[in-house]
């Protein structure tokens, strides 16, 4: 686990950190508070069992006859304590805590009290809360934290470290397999401790369906005590088996969490959601172990849609005595691999960099509320309305960000979202200046090649403006070119994608696999409501337009990997592409390619490099000459562009392993269309990194407003 310096229960928001050798104190409040609150602490952060552990409280003012007492609570697994259990406020033990005052130590801020619990009190699994008593200058007794906060204790967890894990996917059928303790430490664990009876309530008791219900989140080091959570989900809620959690915080302490790369993210969130990795609508993608949300959400993302992000994570429930049981593979702490998904609101907006803005859901109404915003939901329904009766191509340019939407559109095709509908399965976001952009959500039915539902949304009414559809079309040929066109797991596009996300699933160095330990645990779990349908092949899936088949090249999680790529590629050995044909085969692919293509848009350039002088301080590419199509006589060159991106991932020049890959759709630089179209482009060095990686692309626009598809790239790395 990565381990943080300091569990506590106050508004993190306010706190000012100050570091005297290995303790640190934290000051509660505001500035002026920081001059007469006590500040606490403890060391070591985070225990093992043995470890004896000094909780320290500093005061700013006089200590004389103060008579501090810690107040220390041990939290056994399986006897999980609520606030609101009568246990909860009787279960405290005293201890005095001793003048640390000598020469030299803190005098000048203060004087420290001190108290150890001894190495007894720290066993593996336990939850030690704590707070401090004593009197103030006028004699009136207080505590800290004050039994009126959200969370009225300190906390810290004893953990040893993560134990190694063995199980078979059908027990005593399949041969066992062993996952180490190193292996186990390759992903990120949240521990939730919790009474056992309502877990199992939360997680498969439709009676409970949304009920919230008391616990203790750790992760990072971190504990968080006395937050809430409950199940989450629509008609999915219950449906697999393995179901979707949902985590409220204290606004005394928000959740800070990190991303895929494990960077800690800047702003902290009041709530957390897991889903489930278990395609619930979508049995036919099980074992695909979330592959369909991360990687359709960084597609979004790359391309310019705003949209959240995700990563993995272990989840295991402290709720029994013992971590692991031998009679069972499916009784201990572990309960798998889920994935977060960053909720659509304003800690979202702030660590996407987004303006402020409204964020609703067409299905129930508002999830965040900008600052000095209107309480009335006006703006979003004049926003459907005028969906619903088809706006004139300046109502459309001055309500709907139009890039972002293209964009959105043509990768639903390309990823098979099939349940997004209007009303349904997304968010919208109203923009400072007026415009609305469609938000991504609810992503765990992709890569279907079967109608399911209409998949699009309401604003979708916008493409029946002639002027809107062709740039429609064009944007879906640059998505076809800059995102669909390179298999290969380093050529900046779907392949390299799908090969970035699938890295942080399969560890370096070790034999096994995340996905094969999601499959261990939940392919025949007791509680699952689809046993056995991982890996399935051939599947015969149905689908609201029909049935299909649905066949995987290996009955694995690399066969999964090649299916996504395979989905999204010109992978059918024939051009036969049509919308709703069932073929798997560049599905996603040839839905796009059939609505994009248009008969008068220009033939697709050629470009090459042609600079052959040394240590000159440009490079110059040269294109082909402008083509009509075959047939269409009424066309001509109305101008033409180039662009430049940095393709980055293991192999290439300029890779830096451990950083976040590039992609080609995420450009570096783009000329204005030129109308003054020359044979010969120029690009300075001074725009590039030497070392790096690039592509370069052009295009021809003619005078009917169509761009050509891009040019083929042409690679080359700068010296």
């Not at 909860?88 to 001793?98: C, D, I, L, S, V």
């Not at 005028?386 to 095709?413: D, I, M, P």
């Not at 050629?606 to 083509?627: C, N, P």
């Amino acid at each position: 686990m990565r381990q943080n310096s300091m569990s506590f229960g106050f508004n993190i928001r306010h706190l000012v950190a100050l570091v005297f050798g290995t303790r640190l104190l934290l000051f509660p409040g505001d500035s002026s508070a920081a001059q007469t609150r006590p500040q606490v602490g403890h060391f070591p952060a985070q225990p093992k069992s043995g470890e004896s552990v000094t909780i320290q409280v500093r005061f700013s003012g006089a200590t004389s006859g103060r008579a501090v007492k810690l107040h220390s609570q041990v939290v056994e697994p399986g006897s999980y304590l609520r606030r609101t259990d009568g246990a909860f406020t009787n279960a405290w033990r005293e201890f005095p805590m001793h003048h640390e005052g000598k020469a030299g130590d803190l005098k000048q801020a203060g004087d420290n009290f001190a108290a150890v619990l001894p190495a007894e009190f720290q066993q593996h699994r336990r939850l030690v809360r704590y707070f401090i008593s004593f009197a103030e200058a006028n004699g009136a007794q207080a505590r800290f934290p004050e039994a009126s906060n959200a969370c009225p204790n300190f906390a810290y967890f004893v953990y040893d470290g993560l134990p190694s894990f063995t199980g078979a996917d059908r027990p005593g059928q399949t041969p066992p397999l062993d996952f180490s303790a190193a292996f186990m430490n390759t992903m990120p664990a949240y521990h939730l401790i919790a009474r056992r009876e309502e877990v199992e309530q939360s997680q498969w008791d439709g009676g409970a369906n949304k009920k919230r219900f008391f616990g203790t989140l750790i992760y990072d080091g971190q504990v968080y005590d006395h937050i809430q959570f409950l199940n989450r989900g629509k008609a999915s809620t219950y449906v697999s088996g393995k179901n979707k959690w949902g985590f409220k915080f204290n606004d005394a302490q928000p959740f800070r969490d990190r991303d895929l790369g494990g960077r800690e993210l800047t702003n902290e969130s009041k709530s957390l959601s897991l889903t489930a990795c278990a395609s619930p609508w979508a049995p036919v993608n099980r074992g695909m172990a979330g592959m369909d949300e991360a990687v359709s959400f960084r597609a979004y993302q790359l391309a310019g849609v705003p949209s959240a992000n995700t990563h993995w994570i272990q989840f295991r429930v402290i709720s029994r005595t013992n971590e692991v049981t031998a009679k069972t593979q499916y009784a201990g702490d572990l309960w798998g691999l889920y994935q977060v998904i960053q909720e659509p609101n304003g800690e979202w907006l702030r660590e996407r960099g987004l303006p402020e803005g409204d964020i609703y859901s067409p299905e129930t109404g508002v999830k965040h509320r900008a600052r000095n915003s209107p309480t009335n939901d006006v703006a979003v329904q004049e926003f459907m309305d005028g969906c619903h009766r088809g706006g004139t191509e300046g109502w459309w340019r001055s309500n709907l960000n139009l890039n972002a939407y293209y964009t959105f559109h043509a990768l639903n095709r390309v990823l098979g979202n099939v349940d997004v509908r209007p009303g349904a399965n997304h968010y919208l976001y109203h923009q400072p200046d007026g415009r609305w952009s469609v938000v991504p959500w609810d992503l765990d039915m992709m890569f279907i090649a079967k109608t399911h539902q209409p998949g699009f949304v309401d604003a979708a009414s916008c493409l029946s403006v002639r002027e809107l559809k062709v740039e429609y079309q064009n944007r879906g040929r640059e998505v076809l070119d800059l995102f669909c066109s390179d298999t290969s797991a380093n050529g900046g596009q779907i392949g390299q994608l799908v090969d970035e996300l699938a890295q942080f699933l399969k560890p370096a160095g070790f034999d096994r696999t995340w996905p094969e330990l999601d499959r261990v645990m939940w392919n025949h779990h007791p509680r699952s409501n689809a046993k056995g349908q991982f890996y399935l092949t051939p599947f015969r899936d149905g689908r609201g337009g029909g049935e299909w088949t649905r066949t995987l090249a290996t009955a694995d999680f690399a066969g999964f990997c090649k299916y996504i790529v395979d989905y999204g590629t010109d992978s059918r050995p024939t051009n036969n592409y049509a919308i709703n044909d069932g073929d798997q085969r560049g599905y996603g692919f040839g839905c796009l390619t059939v609505e994009s293509w248009s008969k008068s848009a220009p033939e697709r350039p050629g470009i090459r490099r042609v600079d052959k002088v040394t240590g000159a301080k440009s490079l110059t590419f040269e294109i082909s000459d402008f083509k009509a199509p075959a047939g269409i006589t009424n066309t001509a060159l109305a101008a033409m562009q180039w662009r430049v991106a940095e393709i980055s991932a293991p192999g290439l020049a300029g890779y830096q392993p451990g950083t976040p890959r590039k992609y080609e759709i995420e450009e570096l630089w783009h000329s204005e269309a030129l109308t003054n179209a020359v044979s010969r482009f120029e690009l300075p060095l001074t725009m590039t990194q030497p070392g790096h990686t690039y592509r370069a692309r052009a295009r021809y626009l003619n005078n009917t407003g169509r761009w050509s598809h891009w040019s083929a790239p042409v690679q080359f790395v700068t010296r």
